[in-house]
């Protein structure tokens, strides 16, 4: 007769015992899944200017080099930055009030001149793009920045994948052989479960 | 301290000293210590940073004359 209350004590105990363990136990565990997982990013590059080529490139050889996987969503403008020569890439002060405008060589005193030349007369000018963006490669390479080649090179060989979003390849009429060789071509619909799964995504 | 590699990184700018340490890793064998110097003082925290991230231990930071000096094992 004391049977099924014998086994309600032991339900009872069994019960406590397990909420007392458990919590400790699920956190271990889930830290131990949280460490041994593989960090991610996935990064979207849509812009094509010389200052908006460095950070994908840079956040996604830093992240490699890191240990994480990473994969790049190239769309819009951002295929600039995989075509074959990106020595084509430019910048330009115009509307651009962030940038400063300073001279790469000549003493300190005169690269601190900051030249605020009033947009009017950027936009008058014919080649100043041309002339802005030489100033700003001379400046890159003063400071031992590296090129936007070298950041891609140390991407591709760290296995980064580059993925070219081909509806803007065929927008802008680029053939595959214009653009760099080892990429995929995909849509939207294939990158965003990559990016559903990656810690970290970023829009650029 | 005895190091198997020396990496000289002087002169670079972010994430080229941690891309050149990683690249000079992968060609050792575990245990080895690659010595860095860079003069970049955003490397001091970029290493540390990668070395926690990579498992490839940190043995030493030093500044030396606006130069920094970095020891890693191999893992």
Same mark, same amino acid.
């Given at each position: *007769? !004391? ?74 403008? #951002? ?8 020595? #084509? ?9 962030? *940038? ?33 963006? #030489? ?8 400071? !031992? ?27 802008? !009429? ?7 060789? #080892? ?22 | 301290?005895? /190091? ?8 670079? +700018? ?41 498992? +490839? ?7 030396? +004359?606006?130069?920094?000096? /970095? /020891?890693?094992?191999?893992?």
């Amino acid at each position: *007769m !004391g049977e099924p209350s014998q086994l309600a004590v032991i339900d009872d105990l069994v019960r406590r015992r397990i909420e007392e363990i458990l919590p400790a136990k699920i956190e271990e565990k889930l830290k131990e899944i949280q460490e041994s997982k593989t960090s991610s990013l996935s990064i979207i590059a849509t812009k094509g200017t010389l200052d908006w080529a460095y950070p994908p490139y840079i956040l996604a050889s830093t992240a490699a080099a890191l240990g994480w996987d990473v994969s790049i969503f190239f769309t819009f403008y #951002g295929l600039n930055l995989v075509r074959k020569d990106v020595s #084509g890439l430019k910048i330009s002060p115009l509307g651009n009030p962030g *940038m400063p405008m300073k001279m790469p060589f000549g003493p300190e005193w005169f690269k601190g001149i900051n030249w605020n030349i009033p947009n009017l007369l950027q936009a008058g000018i014919p080649g100043f793009e041309s002339m802005a963006t #030489g100033l700003m490669k001379q400046t890159i390479s003063n400071t !031992g920045v590296p090129s936007i080649e070298e950041l891609r090179s140390a991407c591709l060989e760290a296995d980064v994948k580059f993925i070219a979003c081909q509806m803007t390849v065929d927008l802008f !009429g680029f053939s595959h052989d214009e653009l760099i060789d #080892g990429m995929d071509y995909a849509g939207a619909a294939t990158f965003l479960p990559v990016a559903k799964q990656s810690d970290v995504c970023l829009f650029i | 301290m005895h /190091f198997d590699k020396e990496l000289d990184a002087r002169g670079l +700018n972010c994430p080229l000293p941690i891309l050149r340490t990683k690249k000079a890793l992968t060609d050792m064998q575990s245990g080895q210590v690659l010595k860095v110097v860079s003069t970049d003082p955003g490397s001091v925290k970029d290493l540390a940073a990668f070395a926690k991230q990579t498992g +490839n231990e940190l043995l030493s930071t030093e500044e030396k +004359n606006k130069e920094f000096e /970095f /020891f890693v094992k191999r893992k």
